[in-house]
């Protein structure tokens, strides 16, 4: 199996960033959304997303967010991908992808079969779709350690790219690749010493977790 594309979500500062660049990983999530313990400010934003350009992907994570507050979220800090993590539509996430003009992906909130059907409508609207854990009502949508049924996605094979998120950390990626062939893999939570605060050794070691299953697969 080919080592996915890593995905350190939820950054706030500086070492963590730094510990997702030297652990290899592929993107870097920044956490637009206030209710979140990794809300990022604008002024925030713009230093990581400085710190980050031409090392690791930038991905800023929306949850149903206005064009304003993307726009804002953009004048502050130059972002490769939005990431859509509320109750987005295809047609609002293409709207999104037109007016930005940078790659969308959409999380989907994923407890059955027929959630993990919802991303097909998401064709042609969005780059990645990503499949998440569903979190209870009135908590957040996501960060919150949650797994779901890996078999639900297993080996999924859709009409657009895909990644897989949730209760993920360096104890049990190797087996959520194992058992999915998840092309992305996205932490936040998993790799954090408590809310909101990434622990840089977590994060080297869900890496390495990825990259060992990965080898031994071949
Ligand atoms: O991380 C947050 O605080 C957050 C808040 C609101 C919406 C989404 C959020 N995180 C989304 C992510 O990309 C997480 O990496 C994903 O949900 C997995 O989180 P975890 O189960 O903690 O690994």
Redesign the pocket.
Known sequence: MPTPAI?I??ISTPDALDAAIAARADYA?F?F?A????NVMPAQAAALSARAEGRIARVG?F?DAGDAQIAEALAAAPLDVL?L?GAETPERAAQVRARFGLAVWK?LPIASAADVARANAYAGAVERV?F??KTPKGA????????FDWSLVAHWKGPLAWGL????NPDNVGEALARTGAPLI?????VESAPGIKDTGRIAAFARAIRETAAASH
């Open positions: 995905k979500c939820g999530g956490v959304f209710r979140s313990p990794r994570l949850v990431q993590h999380a990503l998440d854990a957040l949508p996501g960060g919150m350690g949650l797994s998120a949730g209760g993920l996205d932490t936040s939570s998993g």
